[in-house]
């Protein structure tokens, strides 16, 4: 069975600071890894996601991850963060593109 | 408007009521899907399709019941109405699935409150 874990339901982190949200996945084969971003009142959107190739990932808006097969990790990692970058933060593991399941989030608060 | 939409937005039912969650999508994705998001579990997938005529079941199935008939619409009826139902529903669309090239786009939720 596929699951995510995400330690951290709630992060603060000062504007400009660096921001890393942590994932552990647990699956039997190498899967697909997925962040996604939810806004208030919005859908999700994509940031990045790993399937295969270079372990280091780079998304939109900045952030980036990094696939660790030893640590069953999928950390997602912005150098700078912006007050824009509040919102839920949800990492996702799946055998493909969809069959995904979804961590609980983190929601991440910016302040000033 | 181009995208995916769901409607309604916000409904609220009684328990053992029939409701019908609506999403449209204007890309003629192949592929669709129903999301349920609950606090402390993330989203959990309900029904996919990967074509119009074509179903599958997700995670969570029970109680709910999907139809594709057009590729465009993906609506998801819930029979009989339960309070463990009440939930934030999101549906999804996506132009090609397991080849790690693509992205399942969403739509902006519909707040589902059963009293």
């Known amino acids: 069975a596929q699951s995510v874990t995400q330690p951290d339901i709630h992060i603060t982190v000062s504007e400009g600071a660096s921001l890393e949200l942590r994932c552990n996945y647990s699956y039997g084969a190498t899967p697909y890894l997925f962040w996604y971003v939810q806004s208030p009142g919005q859908g999700l959107q994509l940031l990045l996601k790993y399937f295969s190739g270079d372990t280091l990932v780079q998304g939109i808006k900045g952030f980036e991850a990094e696939f660790k097969r030893s640590q069953s990790s999928f950390n997602l990692r912005k150098p700078s963060v912006h007050w824009s970058d509040a919102a839920e933060y949800f990492c996702a593991v799946g055998p493909n593109d969809y069959k995904l399941s979804f961590g609980a989030g983190t929601t991440v608060t910016v302040r000033a | 408007d181009a995208g995916i939409t769901q409607s309604p937005r916000y409904k609220i039912t009684e328990t053992g009521r029939q409701v019908t969650l609506m999403c449209h999508q204007t890309?003629?994705?192949?592929?669709m899907f129903w999301y349920r998001q609950d606090l402390g579990h993330g989203l959990r997938l309900i029904y996919y399709s990967a074509a119009a005529d074509i179903t599958d079941k997700g995670e969570v199935p029970d109680g709910y019941v999907v139809s594709r008939s057009k590729t465009e619409n993906f609506p998801l009826t819930l029979e009989s109405a339960t309070r463990s139902q009440t939930s934030v529903y999101f549906c999804?669309?996506?132009?090609?699935?397991?080849?790690?090239?693509?992205?399942?786009?969403f739509g902006q939720g519909t707040r589902l409150t059963v009293v």
């Open positions: 890309w003629s994705h192949s592929y």
């Open positions: 999804a669309s996506s132009v090609e699935v397991g080849r790690g090239n693509t992205e399942a786009f």
